[in-house]
C-alpha cells in the first residue's frame, strides 16, 4: 500500500465520521435541504451564506461593550440640546 491510498483512506474515515455526527445533530435534514436549494448553481451564495453565519456567530460571543462608554465627547457649544440637559442628560422640552 502506498501513503497515497493510505491517506485516501483517512480522509474517507474522517469524512463518513463528520457526516455521521452531523446526521445527529436535530434539525441538520433542514439544514442539508437547505444549502442543497440554495446551492443551484451558485455556489457564490452559499460562500456568502457561510461567511454571513461565522459573522453572527462571532458577533454574538464576541464580549459586550459597557453601555457607559461614551466615544463621542460632546462640548457645551452643542447648542440648544444643551439648554433641555439637565446634569444627568435628562431632555426636557
Not at 14 to 24: G, M
Not at 32 to 41: A, G, L
Amino acid at each position: 500500500m502506498n501513503s497515497t491510498s493510505t491517506t485516501l483512506q483517512v480522509l474517507a474515515r474522517i469524512y463518513t465520521s463528520a457526516e455521521y455526527a452531523f446526521q445527529n445533530i436535530p434539525g441538520s435534514a433542514v439544514i442539508q435541504r437547505y444549502v442543497k436549494s440554495s446551492h443551484q448553481n451558485d455556489p457564490g451564495r452559499t460562500i456568502l451564506e457561510l461567511i454571513l453565519l461565522i459573522f453572527a456567530i462571532r458577533t454574538l460571543f464576541q464580549s459586550k461593550t459597557r453601555a457607559d462608554k461614551h466615544f463621542i465627547r460632546f462640548s457645551d457649544k452643542v447648542g440648544l440640546i444643551r439648554l433641555f440637559l439637565d446634569k444627568k442628560n435628562t431632555i426636557y422640552v
